[in-house]
C-alpha cells in the first residue's frame, strides 16, 4: 500500500517539475540585453525604443528580454558611441549631430535642404546610410534610424526677423547649430537633457529643435514664443555592439534586420504626428504664441543659408568623401520619400 501512495505520487508530481523545469530552461535559453538611451523617457527616441523591444520580444516569442534604461542612467548621450562599442551597454541610441565630425555622412541630413518631415527624414536617412555604408559605423551594427522633425525657434521672446536673434543665446548642436551662427544667434552646445535646468536658469533664451519637447520637457512653460522655421532635422541611430550581434542566432537577427525600415517609417509618423499634438497643447495649455514667417522672410532666411552646403561639401570633399554625392543623393531622396509620403498618405514608401 505504501508503495503505490509513492508510485502515485510520483505519477502526480512529475508533470509538475516537467512544467517547471521546462519553464526553466526556456528562461535560462532566453538572450536578455541591455538598451542605453540618454533622453528622458516621455521623449520620442524612448518611445521608439520601447516599440522597439516590444516588437522585438514578440516577434521573437520571448526568446529575447530587452532591458531598457532611459534617461542616460547607462550610458550619457556623448558617451554612447564608445560605451556600446566596449560593451557598457548591448545597444544603445546616439544623437549624430553630437559629434559632428565623427559622423560626417549621416550627419549631412542636418543640411538645410528641405527635409518636410521626420517620415521623410528618416527614410531619406535609411536609404543614405544603406548607400554610402559609412566607415564611422563599421565597429557596430547598426539597427534603426530615424530623424527628429524639422527643427524651429522656441525662445522667451518674440523673433519675428533676422534682427530679433542677434546675440540670443539659443541651445543647438551639429548642423543646427551652424544654422544659427548664420542667423546672428549665439549658438549654445548642450545635450537636450540639460536645457531645461539652462532655460529655467536663464543661461539660455531658448532653443533651436523640433516642437515635440514643447510638450514633452514642457518647454512651453518656458518659451511663450515659437518662430516657425521648419529648417533642419536631428539624426538618429539604434547601434548594437559587435560581439554581442555576432553571438545571436540567425532567427533573431533575422527579426531585428526586418524591423530596420519599418522602424524608420513606424517612427517618422509617431513624431510627426506627436508635433500636431504638442503644437496644439502648447497653444491651448499655456497661449504659446506661433509665429509664422511670410514668403519674402522666409526667403531671406533660407538665403542667408545657401553657403552653408557649399561649405560642407568642400570640407567633406577634404576628408576624403564624395561631398556632392552626399548632397546630390540626400535631394533625391527628399524627393523621392516626400512625393511617396503625399501619395501614399502615411503608408509605407
Known amino acids: 500500500m505504501k508503495r503505490f501512495k509513492r508510485l502515485a505520487a510520483t505519477v ?64 550619457g548621450a556623448r558617451d554612447m558611441m564608445d560605451g556600446v562599442i566596449s560593451g557598457q551597454a548591448d545597444i544603445g541610441c546616439l544623437c549624430m549631430a553630437y559629434q559632428p565630425g565623427r559622423f560626417t555622412v549621416t550627419n549631412a541630413v542636418s543640411l538645410p535642404l528641405g527635409i518636410p518631415d521626420s517620415r521623410t527624414g528618416s527614410l531619406v536617412l535609411t536609404d543614405l546610410f544603406n548607400k554610402q555604408n559609412p566607415k564611422a559605423f563599421k565597429k557596430v551594427k547598426v539597427l534603426a534610424l530615424f530623424t527628429t522633425a524639422p527643427a524651429n525657434i522656441m525662445s522667451r521672446k518674440r523673433v519675428a526677423n533676422l534682427p530679433d536673434l542677434g546675440g540670443m543665446d539659443l541651445r543647438a548642436s551639429g548642423g543646427a547649430a551652424e544654422i544659427l551662427k548664420t542667423w546672428g ?51 538618429f541611430a539604434v547601434v548594437m555592439n559587435l560581439d554581442r550581434w555576432n553571438a545571436l542566432p540567425e532567427d533573431v537577427k533575422a527579426v531585428m534586420e526586418n524591423l530596420s525600415r519599418e522602424q524608420a517609417v513606424w517612427t517618422g509618423n509617431y513624431m510627426d504626428n506627436h508635433v500636431k499634438e504638442a503644437v496644439d497643447w502648447s497653444k491651448k495649455t499655456h497661449n504659446v504664441e506661433f509665429l509664422e514667417l511670410d514668403q519674402q522672410t522666409s526667403e531671406a532666411w533660407n538665403q542667408a543659408l545657401s553657403p552653408i552646403t557649399k561649405k560642407w ?28 509620403h503625399g501619395e501614399n498618405h502615411g503608408k509605407d514608401s
Open 12 to 75: 502526480i508530481i512529475t508533470p509538475i517539475l516537467a512544467v517547471f523545469l521546462g519553464q526553466s530552461m526556456v528562461e535560462a535559453r532566453s538572450i536578455s540585453l541591455n538598451y542605453a538611451n540618454f533622453p528622458p523617457a516621455p521623449t520620442f527616441p524612448c518611445v521608439q525604443m520601447e516599440q522597439w523591444k516590444a516588437e522585438v520580444e514578440a516577434k521573437t516569442q520571448g526568446k529575447v528580454r530587452i532591458n531598457t534604461f532611459p534617461g542616460g542612467t547607462l550610458l
Open 185 to 235: 544667434a549665439n549658438q549654445i552646445g548642450m545635450p537636450m537633457s540639460a536645457t531645461p535646468e539652462a532655460l529655467q536658469k536663464g543661461v539660455i533664451q531658448g532653443l533651436f529643435s523640433s516642437l515635440e519637447v514643447m510638450k514633452d520637457l514642457k518647454f512651453a512653460e518656458e518659451c511663450p514664443y515659437v518662430t516657425v522655421t521648419n529648417t533642419v532635422v536631428y539624426p
Open 313 to 340: 561639401i568642400e570640407k567633406a570633399s577634404a576628408k576624403g568623401f564624395d561631398g556632392e554625392n552626399i548632397v546630390d543623393t540626400i535631394k533625391m531622396l527628399i524627393q523621392k520619400h516626400g512625393q511617396k
